[in-house]
């Protein structure tokens, strides 16, 4: 009996397509009948819906058989009337597409590993496009939008337009012409001051009350914050004389923040620039807590005693050296030939060295982090990267002893990347868990990047993507704790950093490289007036968009701050590949009975009931068989 009811339930609804769709073709082409064939399909016609409105599935299903055969014999359908059907039928279903991808839900994949590791290259997402409001489709507003619901440390997907972000167009189901959808964390609202210190970011709202949820919450504290990519930022120069650039304006948060000139005697000057949030700073390692970082990279001893001549034996032996780039400045600028061939204005900066024995060296391995890497034949470069060319080879780094796949390290354990970004944990001894120090120097230096540019050389500008801090007077790299307080080498360093700045003078300063200490009063309590004086402001219907990965991310850092119209949703489910990560992301819960979801929901419904209903109504109506106009 059931598959009875559900066969003749699927007989009905067939048989009410095959109605409509006859009635819509004899309507167009009755005229071109005589008056013997009208009859005849009119007469099927009103029988079909007489068994439809009966239920009588049989009958209506002997009848629709008998008029589709003579509908295709009698008003036989030309290429025309094909084409406009199909045009017909795939513009109602991209319209509908559309208003469900960018007002209700929609999948996404993520293309790049800058989320990593909450998301990686090639998950499936669900995003839902109603969290914060409700989005006007293929624009970048909304028709409504409620900022009490956009939480500190939630993921939250933008729209690319009107940002001054590279490569950000991209077309909807290869036809409408848009801008790429951007996934980050989402870590400043409007009128919030940030700080950045210890890989943590510290805060105050436009009240001036701390801001918690930057740290506390479990999924922010496995995360670590680096409030810039480069310490020059983008750079955009003027003033062509001889070749070379007399100034140098320089962007962070894609905002000037500093300039440097080249005066007639040669002489690097700069200045901070005015902020209309607040008053310049003074030094350019204030910003936002510029100061408490440095670029980091791994010497050898041969390359460390090259680049610093007689340099080690103040600090101690090591079997590696870490190199530290610490505290931009404005008064140590040099004229450089930058990574464009441009003759400009640079930033000054210090330069420190840290000896590492084999035990730091075994911490940062069991610490270590990379990209999403390939191997082939020996060779290894970065997921994604096309390699087409032969000459690109030899720009590439070495491991001739990985076995051909596709790996990543995350928190020291290696992973090969299966199909569909499924992943699965490499055994002890394979050999991407060597320790010695020639293969932790190469995957510390070159495991972002993958391209033998960013080995060491004497002078070179080009550094990895890698990032030194201080958090409770331990040196951190990796998001790790690698050299602890007490540490003899932490001692020997600082000693020597003090040592230096002793020694240096009012005309060319030193700063040493050491922990400043969280923005925090001396009963424990959040520095507001600190915070207010070297913070970051986020601008008013502006947001702060950071990723995961800061090492992989071009985020806020780089294109700016996100404007509110861009905001279209956050993800809620991440549906592949399965695994520990499968399921709700690592975000704040965000609530489901608001307003935005609630009215797109109903709206769905509505829609959907009164599209039925308005069918079965259409469907009891007597047939008009008049002369088509």
Partial sequence: MVVKKVTSLYTLNKMKRVLRQTYRLYRRKSNHLDSASQERLQSHLTSLQTAILQKDAGIAAQIGEQLSKTARRLMPRTFWDKTKDFVGAITFALLVAVAIRTMWFEPYTIPTGSMRPTLKEGDFLVVSKTDYGINVPLRPAHFYFDSSLVQRGGIFVFSGENMDIADGDTTYFYIFPGKKLFVKRLLGKPGDVLYFYGGQIYGINAQGQEITALRNPEWMQSLEHIPFIRFDGKVETSGLKQGVFTNATFYQMNKP?????????????GEMLADKEKTPL???????????????????????????????????KGVLYLELIHHPNLRNGSVIRDENNRLRPDLGSYTSLMALTQEHVQEIARHLITCRFIVENGIAYRYGMNIKNPASVSYLPHLPDVPDGTYEIQNGIAYKVMWGGATRELPANHPLYRNDPERVQLLYNLGVEFVNFY???????????????????????????????????????????????????????????DDAGPPLTNDGKIDADFIRKYGLVIPDKMYLALGDNHAMSADSRQFGFVPEDNIRGGPSFLFWPPGSRWGRLAQPPFPHLTFPNLFVLCGAIAIGFGSSYYLRRRLQKPLKFGKVP
Wanted: net charge positive; charged share 20%; glycine share 6%.
């Fill in 257 to 269: 923040v500093a300039k440097l000139n080249l005066n007639q005697i040669g002489a690097v000057t």
């Fill in 282 to 316: 003074s030094s350019y390692s204030d910003l936002w807590g510029f100061k408490n970082y440095a670029m980091a990279r791994l010497l050898t001893p041969e390359q460390a005693q090259q680049f610093y001549p007689g340099s080690t034996q103040d600090i101690g």
């Fill in 455 to 513: 080995n060491p050389a004497k002078n070179s500008r080009i550094h990895p993507s890698r990032y030194a801090y201080f958090r409770n007077n331990d040196l951190y790299l990796l998001g790790a704790r690698i050299v602890e307080k007490g540490d003899p080498e932490m001692t020997l360093f600082l000693k020597k950093e003090y040592q230096k700045q002793s020694m240096s003078t009012s005309v060319r300063p030193y700063l040493p490289f």
